[in-house]
């Protein structure tokens, strides 16, 4: 399993990725246009085909994730974190100082991988979510080390 910088080839795998991660797919077009923007990057975690990535952002010394995601048949093998930990060094030579996200409370899966690399809930958007859930914000210091709280913010 390699981990690289996505190309817009790429784009038909990672909204595939995305509709089989996610209730609400993007589209590939979609994914092209949030790529195009200031800031962005994507990193894809390949094997033979793609199997998860994840969507960034740099503004001054802040970074935000975008979006992540990984195919049902291949979590908890570790992969979103590798994609998790190549992003945030990315963002951290971009010079970022600080990782920002929103997940849903009831995401525990995705809350797990965040509380691994130390993020902190730093807001709470209440019932945000079509479905009545709430959006926890996240945050943590770059680089992202594992089991590390103590760098956040
Ligand atoms: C959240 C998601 C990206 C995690 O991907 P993954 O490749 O399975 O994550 P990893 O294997 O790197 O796991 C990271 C940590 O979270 C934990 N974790 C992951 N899935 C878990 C689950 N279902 N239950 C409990 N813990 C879980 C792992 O145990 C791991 O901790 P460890 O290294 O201490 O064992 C994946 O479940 C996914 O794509 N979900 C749908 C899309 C989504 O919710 N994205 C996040 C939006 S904010």
Avoid at 3 to 22: E, N
Avoid at 77 to 95: I, P, T
Avoid at 114 to 141: I, S, T
Wanted: charged share 25%.
């Amino acid at each position: 399993m390699k981990i690289r910088t996505a190309a817009i080839g790429d784009l038909p795998a990672l909204a595939d990725v995305h509709a089989r991660a996610f209730a609400q797919g993007w589209t590939a077009a979609s994914l092209r246009d949030l790529l195009s923007g200031p800031g962005v990057s994507a990193h894809v975690a390949e094997d033979e085909e793609i199997c998860g990535f994840i969507l960034t952002r740099a503004a001054a010394d802040e970074a935000e994730i975008i979006t992540i995601a990984v195919g049902p048949d291949h979590r908890q093998q570790g992969l979103a974190s590798k994609l998790l930990e190549q992003a945030s060094a990315h963002m951290d030579r971009l010079g970022a100082a600080r990782m920002f996200l929103e997940v849903a409370a009831q995401n525990l899966p995705a809350r797990k991988l965040y509380e691994k690399y130390g993020f902190r809930e730093v807001g709470r958007r209440k019932a945000y979510y079509d479905d009545g859930d709430d959006a926890l914000v996240l945050a943590a210091g770059l680089p992202l080390v594992v089991g590390n709280p103590g760098k956040t913010l």
